[in-house]
T-cell receptor
Framework: DAEITQSPRHKITETGRQVTLACHQT?????MFWYRQDLGHGLRLIHY???????NKGEVSDGYSVSRSNTEDLPLTLESAASSQTSVYFCASSEGLAATYNEQFFGPGTRLTVL | QKEVEQNSGPLSVPEGAIASLNCTYSDRGSQSFFWYRQYSGKSPELIMF????GDKEDGRFTAQLNKASQYVSLLIRDSQPSDSATYLCAVTPGGYQKVTFGTGTKLQVIP
């Protein structure tokens, strides 16, 4: 069955370290998204991609980067981790053209703690 | 003003009652509206979407959209303890894949 996976599921790191969170989907979806979820803020979009070599900034992109070298993967990198980046991170994907909405399927999430 | 606003709750309803969840949005150009359910410690899953004014029913769930008043609601009939979760309202402008999520309303169904 097609799925979307994230790794690691839990990560503890120190301030200033570079961290990469992996997202892999086997749906063959064009569109992939990274969100963070914090109490009182809900889900906030960090970066998104509509296809290979395409990346776009979301509303909370500062301190994060992504790259899309193939259809299946969209890794999220925290350049220099800060305590404010402690959160639960969700990856999501959807099929279809950028100009039409399709259901987003979410991965299981990664809980990141920055000490 | 937040783009998508929801009462955080918790909203407590007895088993078998109707749960009513509300959401307002600020962008008048928004065209697509979604309700996601998120169980504690799990990822969101889509349960309803609506594009046109009026009601849309799917089993025990009814989504209601009023674009003039800029609100969308979700009714859950015959609420069950398994419906206890956080319900996220999401809105997207027409023609785009991005969505803006509300902060969610926590629903508790009391047996």
């Amino acid at each position: 069955d097609a799925e979307i996976t994230q790794s690691p599921r839990h990560k503890i790191t120190e301030t200033g370290r570079q961290v990469t969170l992996a997202c892999h989907q086997t749906w063959n979806h064009n569109n992939m998204f990274w969100y963070r979820q914090d109490l009182g803020h809900g889900l906030r979009l960090i970066h998104y991609s509509y296809g290979v070599q395409d990346t776009n900034k979301g509303e909370v992109s500062d301190g994060y980067s992504v790259s899309r070298s193939n259809t299946e993967d969209l890794p999220l990198t925290l350049e220099s981790a800060a305590s404010s980046q402690t959160s639960v991170y969700f990856c999501a994907s959807s099929e279809g053209l950028a100009a039409t909405y399709n259901e987003q399927f979410f991965g299981p999430g990664t809980r990141l703690t920055v000490l | 003003q937040k783009e998508v606003e929801q009462n955080s709750g918790p909203l407590s309803v007895p088993e078998g009652a109707i749960a009513s969840l509300n959401c307002t949005y600020s962008d008048r150009g928004s065209q697509s509206f979604f309700w996601y359910r998120q169980y504690s410690g799990k990822s969101p899953e889509l349960i309803m979407f609506i594009y046109s004014n009026g009601d849309k029913e799917d089993g025990r769930f009814t989504a209601q959209l009023n674009k003039a008043s800029q609100y969308v609601s979700l009714l859950i009939r015959d609420s069950q303890p398994s419906d206890s979760a956080t319900y996220l309202c999401a809105v997207t402008p027409g023609g785009y894949q991005k969505v803006t999520f509300g902060t969610g309303t926590k629903l508790q169904v009391i047996p």
